[in-house]
């Protein structure tokens, strides 16, 4: 009862050997490719964090609007709050490649920082009318809100204090 290799038997264990290595490729991450996102420009990534990270610290200055209880005034420093990440965003817009994939990558977060930035201050309008108004977020290309992009870019590019500051809602 010898076992013989038929032409069937050989391509089964060589389909099996084939699936196997193709998982192994796969959890290996032999196939990982970098993030589109991704900024090449790292000097470029570093001065960004840096513009992000005094803008976190300006907004730390400003009162916790969940402690505010005149709507009001809470619509009052959310527009001092939005005019400080606005000048963080046209100070990365201003240092932006302008050429590459980084530019179009860094173009389109900076399109989506600018939509957040007017959903807030549509927030603070509607504050001022109805002290239960709650930040609306316009939908992203992606189908999420848009701060999730946002997150999802600063997350890429290692950029912490690039993430939305979540002081509003």
């Known amino acids: ?29 032999l196939p990982k490719r970098a993030n589109p996102d991704f900024l090449e420009d790292r000097a470029f990534a570093r001065q960004t964090e840096s513009l992000c990270a005094a ?40 240092a932006a490649p302008t050429t590459g994939d980084d530019a179009i990558s860094v173009k389109g977060w900076l399109g989506d920082w600018r939509t957040y930035l007017n959903n807030r201050r549509d927030y603070a309008e509607r504050l001022r009318v109805d002290p239960e108004a709650r930040l609306l977020l316009d939908q992203s290309l992606g189908g999420d809100s848009v701060d999730k992009p946002i997150e999802i870019f600063a997350q890429v590019n290692d950029l912490p204090s690039c993430a939305t500051p979540g002081d509003a809602g």
């Not at 069937?8 to 959890?27: E, H, P, S």
């Not at 005034?73 to 817009?93: F, G, P, S």
């Open 55 to 94: 803008m976190v610290a300006d907004l730390a200055d400003l009162p916790n609007g969940a402690f505010i209880e005149d709507a009001g005034e809470r619509a009052d420093v959310l527009d001092q709050a939005t005019d400080r990440i606005e000048e963080m965003v046209d100070a990365i817009a201003g």
């Open 1 to 29: 009862m010898g076992m013989r290799w038929s032409v069937g038997r050989i391509l089964a264990v060589v389909t099996m050997l084939a699936i196997a290595g193709f998982w192994a490729a796969i959890f290996a991450g």
